[in-house]
């Protein structure tokens, strides 16, 4: 009674494993190959997403590169810019001192010529006026009139003093 109770019968063994033999072969057709391929499938799509995220953040990090090269590029060719627009102000500054000058030269020169004429003019004037002084004072002290030489004569003198003593 007791081998029966706990005892184990050949073929109710053998039912069982012939039964889970079947389950395990109904099991691996119906449901591990289904699950492995969908297993398979999904970790092949999760290797293409990350080999996509890679792809594009190597491309982030091209794009960044060319937009860093294209700031730096764009920085320079501004400073370039205002460096060439300091150069031509500076030049055109320069241009414009000269040309002042060479108008204020050109100004002065004239002015110069202007009072040496206007000087000689009233040297010729205050010459004309001490000349016929002189020539009057001359006619009283002589008591009598002077002819041309004498009167160049006597102005020229004067002039000639008169230029010594200034």
């Not at 320069?94 to 100004?107: C, F, G, K, M």
């Not at 002084?133 to 160049?152: C, P, Q």
């Amino acid at each position: 009674m007791f081998e029966s109770f706990i005892g184990v019968n050949f073929w109710t063994a053998l039912f069982v494993l012939l039964n889970t033999l079947a389950i395990f072969f109904v099991a691996k057709k119906f449901l591990f190959v289904p699950v492995m391929n969908m297993i398979k499938s999904r970790q092949e799509e999760i290797d293409s997403m990350y080999l996509e995220a890679n792809h594009a953040k190597d491309e982030a990090i091209a794009l960044e590169a060319q937009y860093k090269e294209k700031l730096s590029l764009a920085a320079a060719t501004g400073e370039r810019m205002v460096k060439e627009a300091m150069e031509r102000g500076h030049s055109r500054e320069e241009e414009i001192l000269r040309q002042a000058n060479e108008e204020a030269s050109a100004i002065m020169a004239k002015a110069s010529a202007d009072i040496a004429l206007e000087k000689k003019k009233a040297l010729n004037d205050a010459k004309d006026e001490i000349s016929d002084i002189a020539m009057a004072i001359a006619e009283k002290v002589v008591g009598r009139e002077l002819s041309n030489a004498d009167h160049s004569d006597l102005v020229s003198s004067f002039i000639d003093r008169l230029g010594e003593h200034a």
